[in-house]
């Protein structure tokens, strides 16, 4: 089971720290995955972290503005949001598999994600 939270209001060019808590897997031997869905618009892939090496990676509209990270001890992932634009605008959500897939159709627990919304 997992939750993604941590979502607000925020200005443009601010910053936001969302976390996703999960039970029921050990993180060190999975990925966790964060995907973001815009109003009206199809889930699209953000960025992952692999839990035994760390590895990241992002999508090219997020690189360098946001900053994933783990604590495998808490089974935790956090996603730093920095430099915010209107684009960021969406429900954030958190999902995990044994690898750094990037399409939707590879995970089947989503929880409920947490809403950040960019406005000035």
């Known amino acids: 089971q997992l939750q993604a939270f941590g979502g607000g209001l925020v200005q443009p060019g601010g910053s936001l720290r969302l976390s996703c808590s999960g039970s029921?897997?050990?993180?060190?031997?999975?990925?966790m995955t964060w995907f973001r869905q815009a109003p009206g618009k199809e889930r699209e892939w953000v960025s992952c972290?692999?839990?035994?090496?760390?590895?990241?990676y992002y999508a090219d509209s997020v690189k360098g503005r946001f900053t994933i990270s783990k604590d495998n001890a808490k089974n935790t992932v956090d996603l730093q949001l920095t430099n915010l634009t209107l684009e960021d605008t969406a429900t954030y959500y958190c999902?995990?598999?044994?690898?750094?897939?990037?399409?939707?159709?590879?995970?089947?627990?989503w929880g409920q994600g947490t809403l950040v919304t960019v406005s000035s």
């Open positions: 029921g897997f050990v993180l060190e031997h999975y990925a």
């Open positions: 999902t995990v598999e044994r690898a750094c897939y990037r399409d939707t159709e590879s995970f089947d627990d």
């Open positions: 972290i692999r839990g035994n090496s760390g590895a990241t």
